[in-house]
């Protein structure tokens, strides 16, 4: 569990914490980041706020989603989809 700031959207700090795990190279490209059930138990929160991390970093082009299989760290620089 994290201790969020009340004055900011809680989905938007959850980013910021995948967004530093993968540009500090904590996530590597090709590799899996959390499950939504792994958000939901690591940070605590909704199911539909852990999907709404992922659809925003898939959307910044941090991340791409093989269905059935997870969600991975893209290339930096490369869009994948």
Do not use: C, N
Request: without cysteine; negative net charge.
């Amino acid at each position: 569990m994290h201790d969020y700031e009340p004055d900011r959207p809680i989905w938007i700090q959850v980013v910021e914490i995948l967004e530093s795990r993968i540009h500090s190279g904590e996530y590597q490209p090709r590799h899996l980041i959390p499950s939504e059930s792994q958000m939901v138990q690591e940070f605590g929160v909704a199911r539909t706020t852990a999907r709404k991390v992922v659809a925003y970093l898939r959307d910044q082009g941090l991340v791409y989603t093989v269905p059935q299989i997870g969600t991975f760290v893209s290339y930096p620089g490369r869009e994948t989809g």
